[in-house]
């Protein structure tokens, strides 16, 4: 049986590394990237709403979406109710740009995975996405069945 322990802080630390190989490349800074990201998953989004999905303050963000308006990879919407709001979203430059980065890191990922891995190991890792995936849906709240679960402060 593994050391659970060491277990999660080895995966925590490989899937990061990944994570930041993967984008190693990118022609685009990361907190741009991010953003034009959250645009596409999420769909328009208020400045102030992006920042609190970044976590970071309202104005860092007010600056990055100056930069993505200003290269034509997001605009700003009129809200149908509170004019004070103006919804951020992506233009067709700004989905293309966002699908092209996740092309790249698709065909970065594909190449590694073929050139790397046996045919065995490739559906030893389709496992383990699996596995991956089932850890991220998670919840403490559940599996503590209401007891007291620590602070989420940390993101590391």
Avoid: C, Y
Wanted: no cysteine; hydrophobic share 40%; glycine share 8%.
């Amino acid at each position: 049986m593994p050391d659970v322990t060491h277990l999660a802080a080895e995966l925590r630390l490989v899937v990061g590394h990944l994570a930041r190989r993967v984008r190693a490349d990118d022609p685009t800074p990361p907190g741009i990237t991010a953003v034009i990201g959250l645009l596409g998953r999420q769909g328009p989004m208020t400045t102030s709403d992006l920042a609190a999905a970044r976590q970071v303050r309202p104005q860092s963000m007010a600056r990055t979406v100056s930069q993505l308006v200003e290269q034509g990879l997001a605009e700003r919407g009129a809200h149908p109710v509170d004019g004070r709001k103006a919804p951020i979203a992506l233009t067709s430059a700004g989905r293309d740009v966002l699908e092209q980065e996740r092309t790249r890191r698709t065909d970065w990922l594909t190449r590694a995975i073929e050139d790397t891995l046996s045919t065995g190991d490739q559906a030893a890792l389709a496992h383990a996405v699996d596995l991956i995936r089932r850890l991220l849906e998670h919840d403490p709240a559940v599996a503590d069945n209401g007891r007291d679960t620590p602070p989420q402060g940390s993101r590391f």
